[in-house]
Each structure stands twice: as structure tokens, then as C-alpha cells.
């Protein structure tokens, strides 16, 4: 009834592919788009704003950009945290270098570095796939933590090899550093991750999308209908590290306002693909709803037992979430590959036909 | 197959000059001689057959037209000049297109989508346009979806254009691969066994669309298949190989009369 199609004609091939070719997509979006324009950001509490609403974000973005690789055009990345962290670093390095720079510009252009150093961890993809390339991409892990680690130009020669965020202002108003209000920092996530995935919805639906689901669903048969691997792999790679490497510079600069190397360490790349893997791999959607899983959950097993009166120890939680991940995991790859989005699909398949399925 | 007898007889339409010639290719796999010393040529217009017992070399002589093996020895001229050793894509992008023997979608996408990337050689926009979906990328998405749409209706797969590939059966599977091949808009669409697993019924559709194909766009089809009698019906000229070589080629009247061809297949007594 809610999700009625009867009536809603296509008449030409731009409306047949517009957005939202359902109008009842559009209004739920609308409704979404008042919680996190609106209602979250003005009720939220300190609280809420630092374990739910940013984190959620920032994670989504991050598994959109791998799923752009791993979802989309099929290469297998286990190097995520590290392309997170090359984006962090190329923008601390940024705004220390040049302070008089914006930002928000800095944040954005932060992904060009990880985009260039993605392109060339994924020139092994042209010869290897699956399993070795995750082994190559496990390489670049760990030789990007080490060089951050190492390389003390990277966080200016500190002492403590931790990189701090400063203060920054747009318009007058910090938007990076301890100064900074959380409302700000949620406005300016919210944006930056809307735009990104505005992008990535266009490129997956469009040409490039289809290059790349073609390169992942059959190689050969794509190379003979004229589709050159290398450039399809290696853009890839190129447009997922930008994402990525963005992700990484709000994850520090709008989250965690500081960073050691080992925050960029092989459980951040865990952590990210199970989102992805989670939610859905090859769609847009899923990246968000494996987040709010992901991050939301920890935060509610910390919340239940409180107000339900039993002592439960923190270790406890942080047991009991490793469990429950790690057995929702196994879940999904038996039961639902296609993810969190697959479930939603199919309920919206459901409540298309609903009350009449035949 | 009756009411198209009429226009699979050669006489009624005109054959055009050579489009594809292969001269002395010669393909080994290590010690295995694939293709010993073959020649032949594909004009434009016609309807091409390569048949042959399994294991004569006709998918490798395929691959090679589609540049997915290079041959040892010989040579592969295209629109009257040689054509230089180049990728598979670098191929299809001269308007060479082909489907496969083992169905090669991308089961992932719906039948549009797997269409659509027929189309891709002919799209141009750039990433900045296609990630704004303005200016360029999306007049293009609209031209080209345009030019499916009338391979999809002529293919008669309208109802199934929005279904994932990987739900379709078997028939309908083979002929989504044709549309795909065909919205590349090929100069020579090569058939790797269109009728392979199909029922007559199936069988007499797939042979109306490839009649169809070379009617209406005017399409230069070399196809492999199995099945004599759609062979002898459809092809204007027959290339029939045996162990890696040639031992026949002319009309299909030729080729059944041909002595070496009945050996062939029947097999001569020791």
C-alpha cells in the first residue's frame, strides 16, 4: 500500500532513469534528510554526536570508497586503514605546511595522495586476483604503517610520533581541532559525505559503473567487448582511495583529533570491510547501514545492561561485541551475501506488490 | 525454418569485397598444432560458417579473429589492411564483436545493463561528467540507452529488461549475449555456437535473429555450429576444418558433396 507503483508511467528513457524512479523513494529520502539535516543535529546530545551520528558517517564513507574497489569492480583490498591514514597524513601535513589553507579544501584534496599512492598499490591487480591480490593489498598495510611510523617528516618531528589537529577556522568558526563544536563538525561531515556519495551513485550507475561490475562479473568477456582492464582496475582503485583516503582525513580531523600510526593498523581495514561486507557488497546503500551496525552496536551494548541494572563489565561488552560481529559475519556470508541492502530490497520489493503478491 | 528457406539461398542478395581474410594461420599450444596452415576470407554481407568434429580447432580459429590468441605463423587482414598484434579490447573497438560458447554475461547486472555495455566502445564522457551526470555523460546515457531499446525490441526481450541476468534461463540467456554483441553495432559479429543446449524451438528463433541481423543492419555473422541442417540453411559459404586444417570450403551444396567432409564426419574404414 505505502509503496504503491500503480499510475506512476514512464514516459521517457530520463525519467525510466532518474534517481528515484519510485516516488515513495523520494519522500522516505525526504523524511531521512529532515532526521540528519534537522532533528539529529538539534537534539543530540555530546554524547550522541561523537559515538553514533559522526563515526557513522565517517565509517560509511569509508566502506562506500572500498566498495567502489571490492563491490563493484571485484579487487579485493585489505589495505583500507592504510589509505585511511594516507589521507589523514597528507592533510595534517597540508594545513601544518601551509596554514593559510581551508579546510574543507585540504580535507578534499587529501584524497588526490591516497588516490596516487591507491593507483600504485593496485598495479599488481593487472596480473593477480582474489585472494593474492588481498595478499599484495596486506602489503601496502603494512609498509604504509610502518612508513608512518618511521618517516618522522610525517608528523613534523613530533616526540610523541602522533599527529595533533589544529585549530582551523572557516568563516571565523573552528572546525578542526579541540575548539571546535560538535554541531559544526556534523554539518561539515554530513556534507562532505552526502556529496561523495551523490558521486559515487552517479559513477555507479553511469558508464564507468557498468565498466567496472562488467570487470568484476567476467574479465575476459569484458576485455572482448572492448573494455580495456587495465584502465577500468587501475580507475578503480584510483576513485576507491580518493574516498578513502577523504575518509581517513574526517576520521582524523573530525573525529579522533589525534592519530598514531597504529590507529591505521589492520583492524580499522577489518573493521571497514566487515561494514561493507555487512551492509552489502555492490551497493551504496548498505555502506550506511553497516556502519550504523557496526559503530551502533558496541554503543548499545554499552547502553542495555546499564539501564536494565546489570553489571556487566566493560571488557564484557567489548567481548560480547567481537562475538556478535563476528558471528553476524558468518551469518550474512551464509544467509545473505548480498547484505543488509538485499534485505532492504526485498522488503521494498514486498511492500511493492503487498497486499496482492500475485 | 520453412518460411525463411527463401532469402537463406545465397541468390537473392548482393555479397560485398573481402572484410576478414586470414592468410596461413598457423596456432600452436607448445607442441599441439590448434590451426595448421588455414586461409580463408569473410565477405562483407555474408553469412560465414566454420564447422568441423570437436576438437578442429574452429573456437581457436574464433579467438583468433577476436584477438584473443595471437597465431604463430599467418596473418589476420581487416578491412583491407594488416592488422598488427593488439589487446582483445583494441579489437572490439574496430567493430569486431562475438558471443561465446559457455554464455559470457556479466550475471551481476540486469539484461539493460549487460546491453548497455555493448555500447560502451561508443561512449566518451569523461569521469567529471559521469560523476555529476550532467552535460556530456548524461546526453550520452540517453542517446545509447536509445540504440538499445531498438536492439532489445528487435531482439524481442522487453519484458525481461530490468531482470538480473543470473534468473534468466538458458534461451534467453544466449539471446541477451546477441543483443549485447549486436549494440556494439559490429562491423562482423562473430556466433560461438548460438544454438548449442537449445530446443528446435529456440533453435528456429535464434536462426530468425541471425537472419534477421544480416537482413536488416547488414551485418557480416561468422558463426561456429554443430547443428548441419541450421548450418546448411543459414550460411551463404561453409569453412569446414578437421585436426587443425581445412578440407573444405564453397557453398554449403559444395560442402556436402565434398568428399574429405564426408570422411570427416562419417568417419573412412581402416
Known amino acids: ?46 554524547f550522541a554526536f561523537q559515538t553514533m551520528l559522526i563515526p557513522v558517517m565517517i565509517y560509511a564513507l569509508a566502506a562506500l570508497g572500498l566498495n567502489i574497489l571490492t563491490g563493484y569492480a571485484g579487487q579485493l583490498s585489505l589495505g583500507t586503514g592504510a589509505f585511511m591514514g594516507v589521507g589523514a597524513y597528507a592533510c595534517y601535513k597540508m594545513v601544518t605546511l601551509m596554514p593559510w589553507m581551508n579546510p574543507l579544501v585540504a580535507i578534499l584534496l587529501s584524497g588526490v595522495f591516497s588516490a596516487g599512492v591507491g593507483v600504485l598499490f593496485g598495479i599488481p591487480s593487472l596480473r593477480i586476483k582474489g585472494f593474492y591480490l588481498a595478499i599484495a593489498t596486506l602489503a601496502a598495510q603494512f609498509f604504509l604503517v610502518w612508513l608512518f611510523e618511521k618517516w618522522a617528516w610525517l608528523y613534523n618531528y613530533n616526540a610523541s610520533g602522533a599527529i595533533q589537529v589544529p585549530n ?22 554530513l556534507g562532505i559525505v552526502a556529496l561523495m556519495t551523490m558521486l559515487c551513485i552517479n559513477l555507479t550507475r553511469g558508464n564507468l559503473g557498468r565498466t567496472w561490475k562488467a570487470t568484476r562479473d567476467m574479465d575476459i568477456a569484458a576485455e572482448l567487448i572492448g573494455i580495456n582492464l587495465m584502465k577500468s582496475k587501475l580507475t578503480a582503485f584510483a576513485i576507491s582511495s ?8 574526517l576520521y582524523v580531523f573530525m573525529w579522533k583529533g589525534a592519530a598514531e600510526p597504529n590507529l591505521f593498523d589492520i583492524p580499522l581495514s577489518f573493521q571497514v570491510l566487515f561494514i561493507a561486507i555487512i551492509g552489502g557488497l555492490g551497493s551504496v546503500l548498505g555502506n550506511y547501514l553497516g556502519a550504523i ?10 547502553l542495555v545492561p546499564a539501564t536494565l541494572g546489570l553489571a556487566i563489565s566493560s571488557a564484557m561488552v567489548e567481548h560480547l561485541n567481537i562475538m556478535i560481529v563476528g558471528s553476524l559475519i558468518v551469518f550474512f556470508l551464509i ?8 534485505l532492504w530490497r526485498l522488503i521494498r520489493e514486498k511492500l511493492i506488490i503487498w497486499p496482492f503478491p500475485h | 525454418m520453412k518460411d525463411t528457406e527463401g532469402y537463406v539461398t545465397a541468390d537473392g542478395r548482393q555479397i560485398g569485397g573481402v572484410l576478414m581474410e586470414m592468410r596461413d594461420i598457423t596456432l600452436k599450444f607448445g607442441g599441439v598444432v590448434a590451426i595448421n596452415d588455414i586461409s580463408f576470407d569473410i565477405r562483407e554481407g555474408e553469412i560465414r560458417a566454420i564447422i568441423g568434429p570437436n576438437g578442429a580447432g574452429k573456437s581457436s580459429m574464433l579467438n583468433i579473429i577476436s584477438g584473443f590468441y595471437t597465431p604463430s605463423v599467418g596473418e589476420v587482414w581487416y578491412k583491407g589492411s594488416k592488422r598488427p598484434p593488439m589487446k582483445p579490447y583494441e579489437v572490439a573497438r574496430q567493430g569486431v564483436a562475438r558471443t561465446f560458447q559457455n554464455i ?16 560502451l566502445t561508443h561512449m566518451h564522457a569523461g569521469v567529471f561528467s559521469q560523476a555529476l551526470w550532467w552535460g556530456k555523460a548524461r546526453d550520452e546515457e540517453m542517446e545509447n540507452r536509445e540504440k538499445v531499446e531498438k536492439v532489445i525490441d528487435f531482439l524481442e526481450i522487453q519484458a525481461i529488461r530490468k531482470t538480473p541476468v543470473g534468473r534468466l534461463p538458458y534461451g534467453l540467456k544466449k539471446r541477451v ?23 528446435v524451438e529456440e533453435k528456429e528463433d535464434m536462426s530468425r535473429f541471425i537472419l534477421d541481423v544480416n537482413d536488416e543492419f547488414g551485418t557480416t555473422i561468422a558463426l561456429i555450429e554443430h547443428d548441419m ?20 570450403d564453397g557453398t554449403p551444396d559444395e560442402v556436402r558433396n565434398n568428399q574429405d567432409v564426408i570422411d570427416a564426419y562419417l568417419g573412412v574404414p581402416h
Open chain 1, 168 to 189: 582551523l577556522t572557516v568563516f571565523g568558526g573552528y572546525v578542526t581541532g579541540p575548539q571546535a563544536d560538535s554541531i559544526v563538525q556534523y554539518y561539515v561531515v
Open chain 1, 242 to 249: 580518493y574516498i578513502v583516503g577523504v575518509a581517513g582525513a
Open chain 1, 1 to 46: 500500500m505505502l509503496y504503491r507503483t500503480a499510475g506512476q508511467f514512464k514516459t521517457s528513457y530520463k525519467s525510466d532513469q532518474a534517481l528515484f524512479p519510485i516516488k515513495q523513494d523520494a519522500f522516505l529520502l525526504g523524511i531521512i534528510g529532515l532526521f540528519v539535516l534537522a532533528i539529529f543535529p538539534l537534539t543530540a546530545s555530546e
Open chain 2, 104 to 119: 559470457a554475461l556479466f550475471e551481476g547486472m540486469t539484461v539493460l545493463d549487460n546491453v548497455m555495455t555493448g555500447r
Open chain 2, 177 to 199: 549475449e546477441l543483443a549485447r554483441a549486436l549494440a556494439a553495432e559490429p562491423s562482423i559479429l562473430l556466433l560461438d555456437e548460438p544454438m548449442a543446449g537449445m530446443n
Open chain 2, 229 to 248: 541442417g541450421v548450418v546448411m540453411d543459414l550460411s551463404d559459404r561453409v569453412v569446414v576444418m578437421d585436426y587443425g586444417k581445412k578440407i573444405g
Open chain 1, 335 to 342: 544467509v545473505e551475501p548480498h547484505g543488509l541492502n538485499q
Open chain 1, 293 to 302: 551496525l557496526i559503530v551502533g552496536l558496541p554503543v548499545v551494548l554499552n
